[in-house]
DNA sequence: TTGAAAGCGATACCAA
DNA sequence: TTGGTATCGCTTTCAA
């Protein structure tokens, strides 16, 4: 009240201690369960931070001693994605039932945006970092490696991350995709994505699964990289594009379930028998695969585990136990029953 | 180096400023572009900002001045239904704009864990709190109101909200689609969600439906309510368990659109013709059904839009700005072609 | 078991 | 244009 640069009108811990008739060091010790501390005086300080409704302030906490913040900066490229909405999901989940908060940032895959919002949360002193994507910009490999702080870097495993890493490998789900596309007999092939740079994950699987592809014998004769989201309706509208500008293709790949979907769907529009006419690929087995009366081929990968693990791992890390720095959680082909396995040509 | 109590390796203002020769004071002048300091001295400053990588720590900055940090807390029940996770996306891209972060709770619903949460994340002296739900326990009411923070409320409209709210009244919403669907001919009606509890909007929601259908003669004649996610295979399992114990159905309504498209794929397996055999009516016009070759019945709400502007709130707020406390962003039903309009009994 | 004093990294305020 | 000093709320350290 006298006080001049009273900064709000919270209840501070010297104040519960005055009216505890206690030093703030003992109410300290009180609330922290820690030192010495007769019964008597416990009881005190407890009904005096009950009565003023005493809520500790954190930041001089951690700006006091020499712990560290309970924050964990989590960037993820967007949510519309079923995929990250999934993996934010098993992150925050395991991190809230350890005392821990995510500190969102949506960084749309940009380094630019990552750096940034790295620089921004770093300045709060987190716990801890865990981030999509191998790729960051050189200021950014700079700050994360000054920070002095567990980093985890998710979605595409990185053999030599900065600190740790879970994932899968991009490029070798893709390739299988591949490798079984041409075992069905497929040969010409198709591809509808988002537009996606040489650093995405979505990239490492199309290179694998070209490399498949023209390696069996078949080839992608068209790519389609739409400048859109990866969801439902890009697609929709994708597919009809791609067939548009490609009639012959036997079947089609697509960088995610929900696009996959789309197709589907324009498929059953225009009177197209999937797999009798045209054959339908996915990727990342999204949970309205589960549903459809044919399932859908695609990939599995658990992404709510690849978040749960991260957060782990950040964890074990956190309380300085044994921590594996890569970890890679696999993923699982599915034969489904959009692509026929009984060749055509 | 010398000193007993160094928390880190990181670098403080003051070692930059020694190094640059001023004062810390000149060199916190110069970082904030605020006061006066010389060309000279600025780039000396900064030279040596960058030779150290000085990281700012902002703990200390709020800390000391009478600043609020840039953390805006937000509740979401969960992020595995879609609708939650366009809110929040809509919530972050917005505070992420103008520098705000938000630190994220997963708070299932239930009050007990929004009210840890709240305790925790007030902790960090928050800019301001984005909370999904009107309800919140005793102690979390008294903790907001003493908080002296901005708040907003999203999802169902409070009309006398703690401080400001944004959403839609989920009660009308139900009602309009009851009336619906009485007007197309419907009287046996069924419905399937999940558990929600009285608080919930979706609670709501079926208030309104039941209230407009038996104001319509009509009869909501089972609700089921499954112990599960608002997804899309809780939404094909409980139609198959609803339509068992009720095959007299003429319609159902779901809790949203996920729900409503496992309904409909399992309409499209056991060969029911929709809307011929049975009508079908989600909630929400979620992504999904942008791309169903029969536009789905629904209600539309603009999910994305209701999170930016709970952003644009808080933002307002922040900057002084006069702001609006209550805001309906509203929806609009969706006749779609998943229920006749054509009477059949 | 308790308390007094120093200090964490920055900013506000006032003086030079 | 600059710098010294007090201060934010809490913990550490040391002494009683």
Redesign the interface.
Same mark, same amino acid.
């Given at each position: 009240m006298s006080k001049k640069?009273r900064?709000?009108?919270?209840v501070s811990l010297d104040e519960v201690a005055q009216a505890a008739g206690v030093s703030k060091m003992t109410a300290s010790r009180v609330l922290r369960e820690s030192g010495g501390y007769s019964e008597k005086t416990r009881v005190k300080v407890m009904q005096q931070v009950d009565q003023l409704?005493y809520?500790?302030?954190?930041?001089?906490t951690?700006?006091a001693?020499?712990q560290r913040?309970?924050?964990i900066g989590?960037s993820i490229p967007?949510?519309?994605n079923?995929v990250f909405?999934?993996v @934010?999901?098993g992150i925050?989940?395991k991190l809230?039932t350890f005392?821990y908060?995510? +500190? /969102?940032? @949506?960084t749309r895959h940009t380094p630019q945006e990552e750096e940034s919002?790295i620089?921004? +949360? /770093?300045?709060?002193?987190p716990a801890g970092l865990i981030l999509t994507g191998r790729y960051h910009s050189p200021r950014a490999s700079?700050?994360l490696r000054?920070a002095?702080i567990p980093i985890v870097e998710i979605w595409d495993l990185n053999s030599s991350p900065l600190d740790m890493s879970v994932g899968i490998n991009h490029f070798d789900s893709g390739f299988d995709m591949g490798r079984y596309l041409i075992g069905c007999g497929y040969r010409k092939i198709g591809y509808v994505g988002t537009h996606h740079d040489a650093a995405s994950a979505a990239t490492a699987r199309l290179d694998g699964f070209c490399k498949a592809v023209e390696g069996g014998g078949g080839a992608v004769i068209r790519q389609l990289r739409l400048n859109d989201t990866a969801?439902?309706?890009p697609?929709?509208y994708g597919t009809e594009q791609l067939l548009a500008s490609a009639a012959e293709i036997e079947c089609i790949f697509y960088q995610n379930d929900?696009m996959a979907?789309?197709g589907l769907?324009?498929c059953?529009?225009r009177g197209l028998d999937v797999p009798g006419d045209i054959g339908i690929a996915g990727w990342g087995d999204l949970?309205?695969a589960?549903?459809?009366?044919k399932r859908l081929t695609s990939v599995h990968v658990s992404h709510h585990k690849l978040g749960q693990v991260a957060a782990e791992m950040m964890l074990a890390r956190l309380s300085d136990e044994p921590a594996q720095s890569v970890k890679d959680i696999g993923f699982r082909l599915i034969p489904g029953r959009t692509v026929s396995n009984t060749p055509r040509s």
């Open positions: 640069r900064k709000s009108n919270k409704g809520l500790p302030n954190r930041l001089a951690v700006f001693g020499d913040s309970t924050f989590v967007d949510l519309g079923e909405s999934q @934010l999901e925050d989940r809230g005392g908060q995510s +500190v /969102l940032g @949506l919002w620089r921004t +949360v /770093l300045s709060w002193q700079d700050m000054n002095g969801a439902y309706y697609g929709y929900a979907f789309g769907q324009y059953a529009t949970p309205v589960s549903v459809l009366s």
